[in-house]
């Protein structure tokens, strides 16, 4: 029992959110580097560049082997075992990137110096929010201009509603800041040339902040200067909080750049001492505690393989208590059956591996042949329960998917319904259209590629995809209860009418602009961006 006790102690399973470009897989390479599971960065970007460099969706699958390898990444640093979920953006956001929050235990913000809070990383923010997780913030690319650190500190505050205490703060000027100084040390650790473009890991002047050489190196202005900025933070900011930070009220800022290593290890060094390992979880029987002796976990990503000639997927679950071993037998909650955990694999920087054991906070990846589900639970038999339901998430894209043969209609109404089932994409009736269309709404276009795609090999339907300039959908229902159809909602023709599976009514609309004209003159409607949960 100790034994667990001590491995879930070491976990810190966490997510890096951030906006495309603002230098998510650098950082994440940096850690690794410092973590020693790579000897040299580069080889990830390589292999990110590679993944975008294809258009075509097969060979995006094809090089899946990669992007599954590097869906989890796991390495030591100082006695922690560090589990890395990998948050995808750009065309590959899916709901898959918000489910992925779900089985994390705390996340880390990349914010771009020059560029601040962008909408991307609103939205992750969001979720990380919603579930009250401690978020840890990197700004990045101080090695260049950006905007000024107080700002960037009002502006995450504003932007984002979470308190900020910076935990390092820039020495110099803007665009040519010759190190940070650390609050809690009491230390100023100085930029360092570095000429192999943070290849490898460096080794920083750190001085203490009342090392007289300390000044001669910065400049006595420079260091007045800092002395001034550090009174006003200590002063008007907030104090260092831990309990403000672990309910997700307050966020450690750091400041650094990436690409030439400055900060990353100070960063990994503090983000182990502050990030806390699992912790408990909410289930159908009250609580689960990760050091529980009898297992638990739950289902959060499934990646279809693309191999025609095996129709397997992995499924990916999280560890929440108790002890995994390699082809142990366990409870399925939504088969009421008991599967076998065979095949278990583990995925390392660099390549998969099967595993025999993990623990809390772990996540495994396991050879589905089809009964697993996103968001499902997984017990020990002797100690049956479920896990809270994944949230779902607004659609955000839309376009109209029709058979190209007519004469295929049975065939893509099963297929359709079929994967949407999966929970990938959600599907939509326009309302009097019937069943040679539908509309189909996700969080992020590589999933209506998927769909095709998917469409064409499993169930031989060749799809017409057109994308519709739709951004907004709502749920729809009257304050009186009274049905809602498109002639008795006021300008329902500026938008599109459609019902959810369900029947449920939902105008999907093309901006918050259309959607205010609707709320302005429907006083009488309840609107809401997910179903109504009743
Ligand atoms: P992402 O995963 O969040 O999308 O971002 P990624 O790490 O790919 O970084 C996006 C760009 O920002 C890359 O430049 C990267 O080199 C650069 N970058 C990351 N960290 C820093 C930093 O600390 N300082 C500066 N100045 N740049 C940084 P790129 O031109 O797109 O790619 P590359 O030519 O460097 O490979």
């Given amino acids: 029992m100790s034994h667990i006790i001590d491995e879930i102690k070491r976990r810190r399973t966490f997510a890096i959110i951030s906006h495309p470009d603002a230098g998510k897989t650098t950082l994440t390479e940096k850690l690794l580097l410092y973590g020693g599971a790579i000897h040299l960065a580069g080889s990830i970007k390589a292999r990110k560049a590679q993944r975008h460099a294809v258009s075509d969706w097969m060979e995006i699958e094809k090089q899946r082997g990669i992007s599954v390898t590097s869906s989890v990444l796991q390495f030591d640093y100082d006695g922690c075992r560090i589990n890395i979920l990998d948050t995808p953006g750009h065309q590959d956001f899916s709901e898959d990137t918000y489910r992925t929050l779900m089985a994390v235990d705390s996340a880390v913000m990349v914010i771009d110096a020059a560029k601040g809070v962008e909408a991307q990383t609103k939205k992750l923010f969001k979720v990380c929010r919603q579930r009250r997780i401690p978020i840890f913030t990197f700004v990045n690319k101080l090695d260049r201009y950006g905007k000024i650190p107080l700002d960037l500190i009002d502006e995450i505050e504003n932007v984002l509603g979470i308190r900020a205490y910076p935990m390092n703060w820039p020495v110099g000027i803007d665009g040519n800041y010759l190190g940070v100084f650390d609050r809690q040390k009491n230390s100023v650790e100085l930029f360092a040339a570095d000429t192999s473009h943070g290849q490898i890991e460096r080794i920083s002047e750190i001085f203490n902040a009342d090392d007289p050489v300390m000044i ?293 609309v093309e901006n918050e602009w259309a959607l205010g004209w609707i709320k302005d003159n429907n006083p009488k409607l309840i609107m809401s961006p997910t179903p109504f949960a009743d």
């Fill in 216 to 508: 001669d190196r910065i400049g006595q202005e420079t260091f007045d200067n800092l002395q001034d900025d550090l009174t006003l933070l200590d002063e008007a900011g907030d104090k260092f909080d831990r309990s403000k930070v672990d309910a997700g009220d307050l966020t450690p800022v750091f400041f650094g750049s990436a690409m030439t290593n400055f900060g990353v290890q100070n960063f990994l060094e503090e983000y182990i001492r502050l990030a806390p390992p699992p912790a408990p979880r909410i289930c159908s029987d009250g609580i689960i505690e990760p050091d529980d002796e009898k297992f638990s976990a739950f289902v959060f990503k499934i990646q279809a393989n693309m191999n025609p000639a095996h129709r397997d997927r992995l499924a990916f679950i999280r560890i929440c208590s108790g002890k995994f071993e390699r082809n142990m037998q366990v409870w399925h909650a939504a088969s009421d059956k008991i599967v076998k955990l065979a095949q278990p694999q583990q995925f390392l920087a660099q390549d998969r591996q099967i595993i025999d054991e993990a623990f809390p906070g772990d996540i495994v990846g396991l050879f589905d042949p089809g009964i697993f589900g996103i968001g499902d639970t997984l017990t020990d038999a002797s100690h049956k329960f479920t896990f809270e339901e994944f949230p779902t998430f607004p659609p955000e894209k839309f376009a109209r998917v029709q058979a190209k043969d007519t004469l295929k209609r049975k065939q893509f109404v099963k297929g359709i319904e079929q994967l949407t089932q999966e929970g990938a994409v959600q599907l939509f009736n326009q309302v009097g259209a019937g069943t040679e269309s539908f509309i189909v709404g996700t969080v992020g276009t590589l999933q209506f590629e998927v769909l095709q795609y998917r469409l064409k090999s499993e169930y031989g339907v060749d799809v017409l995809l057109t994308m519709l300039p739709l951004e907004v959908a709502r749920w729809l229902r009257a304050e009186d209860g009274r049905a809602i159809t498109p002639s008795t909602l006021r300008g329902a023709d500026r938008g599109m009418f459609v019902v959810d599976r369900e029947d449920q009514p939902v105008l999907l």
